[in-house]
């Protein structure tokens, strides 16, 4: 089992910035992928970024230059920086760890919010 931890939403004025934290702690592959994905109310959850262990991330043609998706292995942790943060953005960001065995693990969310 692998469980993951989010931490970092909150309420930020559009063009603020916010960085989402994520910890995975368990029975995690050496290698990995980790990932954000978000859901707005009424829509589906949609991918937002991934990066693989030891590998280059892919970001979701919606955020590219505006979030970065970054991890440090040594502490099972994903980070995704949010810059540039528009109304649209509004959603609850949900952590995503998928293990080597194909195993696809969720955190429990944190809501992002842009407004004024």
């Known amino acids: 089992q692998v469980q993951l931890v989010e931490s970092g939403g909150g309420l930020v004025q559009p063009g603020g910035s916010l960085r989402l934290s994520c910890a995975a702690s368990g029975s995690i592959s050496s290698f990995n992928y980790m990932g954000w994905y978000r859901q707005a109310p009424g829509k589906q959850r949609e991918l937002v970024a991934h990066?693989?262990?030891?590998?280059?991330?892919n970001y979701a043609d919606f955020v590219k230059g505006r979030f970065t998706i970054s991890r440090d292995n040594a502490k099972n942790t994903v980070y995704l920086q949010m810059n540039s943060l528009k109304p649209e953005d509004t959603a609850v960001y949900y952590c995503?760890?998928?293990?080597?065995?194909?195993?696809?693990?969720w955190g429990k969310g944190t809501l992002v919010t842009v407004s004024s």
């Open positions: 995503n760890l998928l293990n080597l065995n194909g195993m696809d693990y």
């Open positions: 990066i693989p262990t030891g590998g280059t991330a």
